[in-house]
């Protein structure tokens, strides 16, 4: 059991520009969950897939935002256009089951910084 | 108001004290966790439960449903507690995909 990855661990980038970063969750989960956190604050839901479908959204995921999963392993989430608003910690988490009530388990994040 | 609320906000103790975060919710659920964040960010996952009470090591976690409220004990407290503990709930026949976070109880043992 390796965990969850996220790559990369910080990224610095200027506002306009686009953004992607990518989770690898463990092997063989199949759920994929990804939030949004602002410091001092806790996590927010964004959006999550059961093997390579997308089953919700959360509303504050923009147009700006999309997420993939295309062979039901690794995902990946793009900003377009990014706003200073987007500065935040992105966080994956993955679990197994059919059910949501299952432990998550969590990546390291990705901290996001658009100057 | 959040739907789940998290007390104290900080929490600051020495060394060896008993300790106790609590969280109470107001929406029904299926399940409730206890997260472990340290500053470089990453999650660790202690607890979920839906009712009861479980323990592990020094970590003790409860739970009472009627009052929607959880508490999470840490016995003989040590410095390398420090963290942020982070109480998140599943709703009951809402969405079946996300958790919904308390703002967390950022903690600090002092040697």
């Known amino acids: 059991d390796t965990g969850v990855s996220q790559n990369p661990r910080h990224k610095i980038t200027k506002r306009g520009q686009n953004v992607t970063f990518r989770c690898d969750p463990i092997s063989e989960h199949n759920r994929l969950y990804w939030y949004r956190q602002t410091l001092g604050q806790g996590p927010e839901f964004l959006t999550y897939f059961q093997n390579e479908a997308q089953l919700e959204k959360s509303r504050l995921l923009s147009d700006r935002f999309s997420a993939e999963r295309p062979k039901g392993s690794f995902s990946t989430l793009e900003i377009q256009r990014t706003e200073q608003g987007d500065s935040a910690m992105y966080l994956c988490?993955?679990?197994?089951?059919?059910?949501?009530?299952?432990?998550?388990?969590f990546g390291d994040g990705t901290r996001l910084s658009i100057l | 108001k959040n739907e789940v609320e998290q007390s104290p906000q900080n929490l600051t103790a020495q060394e060896g004290e008993f300790i106790t975060i609590n969280c109470s919710y107001s929406v029904g659920i299926s399940a409730l966790h206890w997260l472990q964040q340290h500053p470089g960010g990453g999650i660790v996952s202690l607890f979920m439960?839906?009712?009861g009470k479980k323990k592990h090591g020094r970590l003790i976690a409860t739970i009472n449903i009627q009052e929607k409220h959880s508490s999470l004990h840490i016995t003989a407290s040590h410095p390398r507690d420090s963290a942020v503990y982070i109480c998140a709930v599943l709703n009951y026949g809402g969405s079946q995909g996300n958790l919904i976070f308390g703002k967390g109880t950022k903690l600090s043992v002092k040697p």
């Open positions: 988490a993955s679990s197994f089951g059919r059910y949501s009530n299952q432990p998550q388990h």
């Open positions: 439960l839906s009712s």
